[in-house]
């Protein structure tokens, strides 16, 4: 069984930066696809970055683009986005993902475990 846990959230000012960690287990979880998604409040749950088994291939939403950074470190089973230049529109609930399949999916019904989620909150 597949566990999630997401760590580093906060408080933070406009321009700040953070670093999301997702710290999975499971034997398997190197070889899962492995993706960030948020959720502010009254709005839908959105993708924010996602990346692949072996960290070869990431997407971002244009959102985040050149601002996030995703990466993994398959040896500690564990995920991180860096988030850099951050918007009080960043403030959310930020969940990490893991997917069987092993690619970099951009869509919440590829992913099989979710975890329960860290709150972002950026101040203007």
């Known amino acids: 069984q597949v566990q999630l846990v997401e760590s580093g959230g906060g408080l933070v000012q406009a321009g700040g930066s953070l670093r999301l960690s997702c710290a999975a287990s499971g034997r398997t979880v190197r070889t899962y696809g492995m993706g960030w998604f948020r959720q502010a409040p009254g709005k839908e749950n959105e993708f924010v970055a996602t990346i692949n088994w072996s960290g070869g291939r990431t997407y971002y939403a244009d959102s985040v683009k050149g601002r996030f950074t995703i990466s993994r470190d398959n040896a500690k089973k564990t995920v991180y986005v860096q988030m850099n230049s951050l918007k009080p529109e960043d403030t959310a609930v930020y969940y990490c993902?893991?997917?069987?399949?092993?690619?970099?999916?951009?869509?919440?019904?590829?992913?099989?475990?979710w975890g329960q989620g860290t709150q972002v909150t950026v101040s203007s």
């Open positions: 993902a893991a997917a069987r399949n092993g690619d970099a999916n951009l869509k919440r019904d590829e992913y099989d475990h």
